[in-house]
T-cell receptor, first 110, second 115 residues
Framework: QKEVEQNSGPLSVPEGAIASLNCTYS??????FFWYRQYSGKSPELIMF????GDKEDGRFTAQLNKASQYVSLLIRDSQPSDSATYLC??????????FGTGTKLQVIP | DTGVSQDPRHKITKRGQNVTFRCDPI?????LYWYRQTLGQGPEFLTY????????KSRLLSDRFSAERPKGSFSTLEIQRTEQGDSAMYLC?????????????FGPGTRLTVL
């Protein structure tokens, strides 16, 4: 079992719709959870992090964490073509150990 | 620009040659990470520094790879006797130990091609 699992996609959504990206992790001791966006050929850029159960909102983005189910998700409201990218979930069990998933490719169709 | 910088951005080398990459972290960050990323994969952890101390190194990292951070500021990653399988994007990230989450900020990466 991979430590951090994401569906590779592509996930296609129409412009203006809500995109829902999911991530599961295996280490119950994980403490911090991050979402990064990565455009093709570029490095990852941080979207947001979450460390408490529940929802965290930042503009059009909402991260959701459920530690009991070992599940973290990212919702993108009012999806735009510029949101088309690969979204990486990363999980940290402490300051040394950070594990990334393989990413989900999102395509927003105009 | 106070972000993470990496040099060079691209490196083409022949198999068997040595290469060295440099990373300059965000100035107030005391933690520095190196990752390798290949197409279709997420970043793979290579090694981690807190100040000048190398605190963790991936078991996947062969002896051909070495990293330093001599003064706790910039870091170098050297690959000796490169192989075609070393072709990848090498990413550097930095973070600080303030706050509850070790939020890492990535540099633009160095794309290595081994012929």
């Amino acid at each position: 079992q991979k430590e951090v699992e994401q569906n590779s996609g592509p996930l296609s959504v129409p412009e203006g719709a809500i995109a829902s990206l999911n991530c599961t992790y295996s280490d119950r001791g994980s403490q911090s959870f991050f979402w990064y966006r990565q455009y093709s050929g570029k490095s990852p850029e941080l979207i947001m992090f979450i460390y408490s159960n529940g929802d965290k909102e930042d503009g059009r983005f909402t991260a959701q964490l459920n530690k009991a189910s070992q599940y973290v998700s990212l919702l993108i409201r009012d999806s735009q073509p510029s949101d088309s990218a690969t979204y990486l979930c990363s999980v940290s069990g402490g300051y040394q150990k950070v594990t990334f998933g393989t990413g989900t490719k999102l395509q927003v169709i105009p | 620009d106070t972000g993470v910088s990496q040099d060079p951005r691209h490196k083409i080398t022949k198999r068997g040659q040595n290469v060295t990459f440099r990373c300059d972290p965000i100035s107030e960050h005391n933690r520095l990470y190196w990752y390798r990323q290949t197409l279709g994969q997420g970043p793979e952890f290579l090694t981690y520094f807190q100040n000048e101390a190398q605190l963790e190194k991936s078991r996947l990292l062969s002896d051909r790879f070495s990293a330093e951070r001599p003064k706790g500021s910039f870091s170098t990653l050297e690959i000796q006797r490169t192989e075609q399988g070393d072709s990848a994007m090498y990413l550097c990230a930095s973070s600080s130990n303030r706050g509850l989450a070790d939020t890492q900020y990535f540099g633009p990466g160095t794309r290595l091609t081994v012929l």
